[in-house]
């Protein structure tokens, strides 16, 4: 059966000197091949080598072309009474590693008795090639938690203590803004004399992202009011976002919201409800067919 081992991939910009620069990982186990390479680490090389750097994506192409081949070996032999062809193996890996010579290095393959999976094996990528990426993965899921607090507190505030009374998650499409080029969610909105509603933007978001959101709420906002005569400065439309990072790209942006928003009121995630409560105090009702 095959083992699990793992192999850095190196590229050797000089030989007479032995210095090398690992560029990726390749794992193999019973279940799969898999392949990482550090893009970061493989512009350096290039900027390094005394010969065409294309040579090290034609390199790549080729690693690449072996790991689907060997996959698909795999993946066919599922459904086989036969154990599927495994050319590379930690036999060949110790082949390469001995007789390499030239541009391409392969290290002695590492054993690992345990089952490997994307999490165990983005560790490793991060570990002996490119520890980026770790940092990279916290950021991304540090703003996931983020988003999901800030919504959980938008849905418990607001959204479901209104969701019989006005539109709630109401998708605002082309049909309802002809000016519209995509389909656009509002949190909620109503109507009674005057239109109340409510839009949840986390500023975490690059900042083309949420200017984008904001025009196109206060796009969505000045046609509402004109196809149901309703004047501007007497509708109550909300902008639930937190206070960024005094540091961050979006808190001036925030902040004039905060301090001069006319058409939108800028509130907390945690004052949501201030929303619910106006629209339980002024009956507002649902009016988009």
């Known amino acids: 059966m095959m083992k699990t081992f793992y192999s850095l991939i190196k590229i050797v910009p000089n030989e007479m000197s032995g210095d090398s620069l690992t560029i990726g990982i390749i794992l193999c ?34 690693i690449v072309s072996k790991v689907k081949e060997q996959n698909e070996l795999l993946s066919l032999s599922k459904n086989s009474l036969f154990e599927a062809s495994t050319f590379l193996s930690s036999d060949y890996f110790q082949y390469l590693a001995n007789y390499s010579n030239g541009l391409l290095k392969f290290t002695q393959p590492s054993i690992i008795a345990d089952n490997v999976d994307d999490s165990k094996f983005l560790k490793l990528f991060s570990l002996f090639v490119d520890n980026s990426v770790e940092t990279i993965t916290k950021k991304d899921d540090s703003i996931k938690k983020y988003e999901e607090v800030f919504y959980e507190k938008v849905n418990a505030n607001l959204i479901e203590k209104v969701k019989d009374k006005v539109h709630t998650r109401q998708a605002i499409s082309r049909k309802v803004v002809p000016t519209l080029s995509n389909s656009f969610e509002i949190d909620c909105i109503g109507q009674n004399g005057v239109l109340i509603g409510a839009k949840s933007l986390p500023f975490i978001q690059s900042k083309e992202t949420i200017y984008k959101s904001l025009n196109t709420y206060i796009s969505v906002i000045a046609h509402l009011s004109a196809t149901y005569s309703h004047s501007l400065e007497k509708n109550k439309f909300f902008l639930i976002s937190d206070q960024p990072a005094k540091n961050s790209p979006a808190f001036n942006l925030w902040n004039d919201l905060y301090k ?21 105090q002024s009956g507002a009702s649902k009016f988009i067919k």
């Open 29 to 62: 186990s019973p279940d799969g091949v898999r392949l990482k390479i550090s893009k970061a680490k493989k512009v350096f090389a290039k900027s390094i080598v005394n010969i065409d750097g294309s040579l090290i994506d034609f390199i790549e192409r080729e």
């Open 260 to 280: 001069n928003g006319n058409i939108v009121k800028v509130i907390s995630s945690d004052d949501s409800g201030e929303v619910a409560e106006l629209i339980e």
